[in-house]
């Protein structure tokens, strides 16, 4: 009803997430992946997946479940390979991989959410990610001419969103949620702590509701640490 | 015997002016953090979207939802902000990170830099090297002088694929300091136990040793 964008749970958010969908997956690492819907999808069973997303999980957690099952036909990452999986499928072939620059990956994000359909950046120029692009030079300057994404579903993973889908990250989590948060057609976002409108506080909101198609609260976070470093 | 990898650290570390935003990189250059000068305020930058980067966490104070670029459990210090990844690289972009630390598997005479694949292994990708290279001011090396298999890391030009071009200022081995200047590699600093003949016959890209070349400083 109305702006309510609140779905049951993670299952009732990707429900119409078919077979050869395009979906961005919020996350650096493991640190802010939107655990339950990865789940949801394992469940689901859905296959043919193009996921964007900066890394590939590992072999038990993140993608890299979804790697298990065999349902990503292509990643389209900036740093990947930290599962063995990820590794066998990539060189059988079964698995398509486009690595793109970090800052060109989130960019490319940002400027969906900001209407700008392609943008110039200097990363990549003379190397093989100039392939095949157009090239401007400005002011004696080259740049590489880069496209905003058009994917269908974004999913991420916020700590507080309230029932108009306003969301508010913690620490480094907020990555590449924040920016593919703004580039979803259909933007899933899981949270926390979900709370009705009112209880955010209007200043703190990282990402406007405007953005976000669906909310919900998950459950039992694992949030898996990858290289816990403490001092000695 | 050259430096070893702190040694090249602690070198780096003085190449740090007051007021400096750093980004550093994974290996040697995380090591720059631990020889940061008395006397000098700087902001460490994490590309995941930290300004104000700490030290590592006491162990049971680590939060998953805190990391670096490298993905380790890290804290914050007082004064520092959170951005998304975005922003991040809006900063990079623009020029905003007065020194940027990487480290390398080749550097060419003219300051071409190749350091994330090579043809035949496994790729893992460029993470945010290339957006590193292709905008920051100041970028310095941090390598070992030469390979596993004993072949020069400075080079007449780059052999594996290209990560940024013409945008290395100085590159910082086990062997000494090298700017790249027009003319090539210029040698400004040698390390104490190592002969300019040494640095010489290791270093396959055009080099010159400056007239004042010195023995590097390093505890």
Known sequence: MGLNKCVKNAEEAIHDIQDGATIMLGGFGLCGIPENSITALVAKGVKNLTC?????????????????TKQVKKMISSYVGENAEFERQLLSGELEVELIPQGTLATRCLMAGYGIPFFPTPAGVGTEVADGKDTVVRNGKTYLIEDAFDAEFAIVKAWKGDTYGNLIFKDTARNFNAPMAMA???TIAEVEHLVNIGELNPNEIHV??????RIFEGSNYEKRIEQLTVRN | MGLNKNQIAQRIAKELQDGFYVNLGIGIPTLVANYIPHGIEVVLQSENGLLGMGPFPIAGHEDADLINAGKQTITTLPGSAFFDSAMSFGMIRAGKVHLTVLGAMEVAENGDIANWKVPGKMVKGMGGAMDLVASAKNIIVAMQHTDKAGNSKLLPACHLPITGLH????????????EITKDGFLCTEHAPDVT???????????????ADCKIMEVA
Do not use: R, W
Request: aromatic share 6%.
């Open chain 2, 167 to 178: 945008c290395v200022k100085k590159v910082v081995t086990d062997l000494g300091v090298f």
């Open chain 2, 196 to 210: 300019i003949e040494e640095i010489k016959a290791k270093t396959a890209g055009k080099l010159t040793i400056a």
């Open chain 1, 184 to 186: 979803g057609k259909t």
């Open chain 1, 208 to 213: 406007p509701g405007i953005y976000v198609h």
């Open chain 1, 52 to 68: 964007i997303s900066n890394n590939a999980g590992v072999d038990d957690f993140g993608i890299g479940l979804m790697l298990q």
